[in-house]
């Protein structure tokens, strides 16, 4: 009950999210090139979004990302982190092994508050396991399916920052409405039963 009423953190990933995945890859050599990371496009309306953000609540946002066995790669997300948002806390940049579980790296574990904005359907599905908020970023190449039934929002939605805080405050919502409905609906099922078995 108390993560209820904690303050909100924002947990953004990077490849996917603030930066374009290189589609056009066939092999996993360039990956591991001095300068890959650093030269990622960056999702415009993303860097807008999180900058925003970053001017009203600077020391709730959070960067998780994971990062591969390059001796460039850690490196390279750092630096341009602090090149796009020099406000950003650098102990706020969490950047996990490539393998490992991002939840088990969140400070103070993950809470009902936490927002996870990431574009891979098991990092959301790990997140929302571990009790916090997941949201599917979706681009133009990971939602061909629409596996992610839950909250999501478009990289190339205009109005994205909107879109964010719409579901930032209203995140709780559906669940407690769900809560609040579930006796009354029982009731009605009762007697519409009941009307049933007379033949009403």
């Not at 936490?114 to 891979?120: E, G, S, V």
């Not at 061909?144 to 579901?167: A, F």
């Not at 009762?190 to 049933?196: C, D, F, I, P, Q």
Request: include cysteine.
């Amino acid at each position: 009950m108390e993560d209820r009423f904690a303050k909100p953190r924002y947990f953004f990933d990077m490849d996917g999210v603030l930066f374009k995945f290189d589609d056009t890859l066939t092999a996993l050599e360039p990956l591991y090139e001095e300068g890959y990371f650093r030269n990622l496009l960056p999702h415009r309306l993303a860097v807008h979004c999180l900058q925003e953000l970053l001017s009203e609540v600077p020391d709730r946002i959070y960067i998780l990302s994971h990062y591969i066995d390059s001796p460039f790669a850690e490196c390279e997300k750092r630096e341009v982190l602090q090149e796009l948002f020099p406000s950003l806390n650098p102990h706020n940049v969490i950047l996990v092994p490539y393998g490992e579980n991002k939840t088990d790296h969140v400070p103070l574990r993950v809470k009902e508050n936490d927002f996870l904005i990431d574009d891979y359907d098991q990092n959301l599905v790990c997140w929302r396991d571990a009790g916090g908020y997941a949201i599917k970023f979706v681009n133009d190449m990971n939602d061909r399916h629409g596996s992610w039934k839950g909250s999501r929002v478009e990289y190339d939605d205009p109005e994205l920052i909107s879109s964010l805080n719409h579901i930032f405050e209203y995140a709780g919502t559906s669940e407690d409405l769900a809560m609040t409905l579930e006796p009354y609906m029982k009731q009605k099922l009762e007697v519409l039963r009941s009307h049933a078995d007379i033949g009403l």
